[in-house]
């Protein structure tokens, strides 16, 4: 399921305890370029640390911030990730150190990292992944969605139509491809990307190697999967001056869907239909079932669409000052904002 965020960010900054143990001895050597030999060494601070991701941890520790928004504000790494997710780093990093080739042990030690927003770090797992196995399609579709984090949207883009060449029924690349493209405003290739993958619901067809992970099938049978997908659809359509097909795609929605976790998503299609209003979605309350960062964005893209910049600019403003700067609501308002700056 794609999730709604909860909970509160960390504190700017960016390294784990060991990271910040060798972030120091790199911190306090010259400033060139390292050498290989220097690499290695530098490697044997941390016992089996290999010496390419010794090599990040310096670019990490040195450039400080993950990101730059695209208002020009950085954007940082929680300080202090919780235990959990402290222990699941060790745990994956020394399960790597054991197998260094392993593509699933890299992938697992990129992923856990996200929990703690070092996306720089976790996107060098998956590079390395790629040298190992560049016909494995995982390492592409999780560097894409982590291109989109750090706001490198071409990059994303590159990154997920290999993904979808080497795993072309995936719920998720689809879903992530959709959002590459419609972020980099290419709204109709944002459209084509999610109609493309609900038109396999219910096809028969091999699924994918990654255990928790979907096939495009899925929007037949999981509402979580259709509202998501269906939504974002509608949002490219809208922006793709499509109004046409998203009419019919919303409105061929079935009336009696039962929708948990992207509720959001399934309220704002209730809302393109007018059984919901924008009133209604923007009663943001603590135990409400959504936040702002997914309605909010749904109906300032409807105003964008309907022309109406100043409606759009107030929630825009709202959401690009939320501190969980990975959520795609926020990264999409930043967007917004730029492009009417401009």
Not at 66 to 81: I, K, T
Not at 134 to 158: K, M, N, Q, T
Not at 174 to 191: K, M, N, Q, V
Request: glycine fraction near 6%; proline fraction near 6%; charged fraction near 25%.
């Amino acid at each position: 399921m794609i999730p709604v965020h909860v909970g509160r960010p960390g504190r700017p900054r960016s390294l784990s305890p060991a990271a910040a143990v060798l972030a120091a001895l790199l911190l306090s050597a010259c400033s060139d370029p390292p050498a290989e030999e220097d690499l290695d060494a530098r490697a044997a601070a941390q016992p089996g640390l290999p010496a390419w991701l010794a090599e990040v941890m310096e670019e990490d520790a040195r450039a400080e911030s993950q990101a730059v928004s695209l208002l020009g504000e950085d954007l940082f790494a929680m300080d202090a990730p919780d235990s959990a997710t402290v222990a699941a780093m060790a745990a994956a990093d020394a399960a790597l150190r054991a197998d260094p080739e392993n593509v699933d042990l890299l992938v697992a030690a990129g992923r856990v990292r996200r929990n703690a927003w070092q996306y720089r770090q976790e996107m060098a797992f998956y590079t390395r992944a790629m040298e190992v196995a560049p016909d494995d399609w995982r390492p592409w579709r999780f560097r894409g969605h982590r291109y989109l984090s750090v706001r490198d949207f071409e990059a994303g883009i590159r990154d997920l139509e290999r993904a979808r060449e080497l795993a072309p029924r995936d719920w998720d690349v689809a879903y992530h491809l959709g959002l590459a493209f419609f972020l980099a405003g290419r709204f109709s290739e944002a459209a084509d990307a999610y109609l493309r993958c609900l038109a396999q619901a219910g096809e028969a067809g091999a699924g994918v190697d990654l255990p928790g992970s979907r096939n495009c099938s899925a929007n037949a049978d999981d509402p979580e999967s259709l509202v998501a997908m269906t939504e974002w659809a509608v949002r490219a359509l809208l922006r793709a001056d499509r109004e046409a097909e998203a009419e019919a795609l919303f409105q061929a929605l079935p009336a009696d869907l039962e929708v948990g976790t992207n509720v959001a998503y399934h309220h704002n299609l209730l809302l393109y239909r007018g059984e919901k209003t924008e009133e209604e979605l923007l009663d943001i309350r603590p135990d409400g079932p959504y936040r702002l960062e997914t309605v909010g964005f749904g109906i300032a893209n409807l105003r964008l669409a309907r022309g109406d910049t100043a409606g759009a600019e107030v929630l825009l403003r709202e959401l690009a000052s939320d501190p969980w700067w990975p959520g795609f609501g926020r990264i999409a308002a930043e967007v917004e904002l730029a492009r009417l700056q401009r």
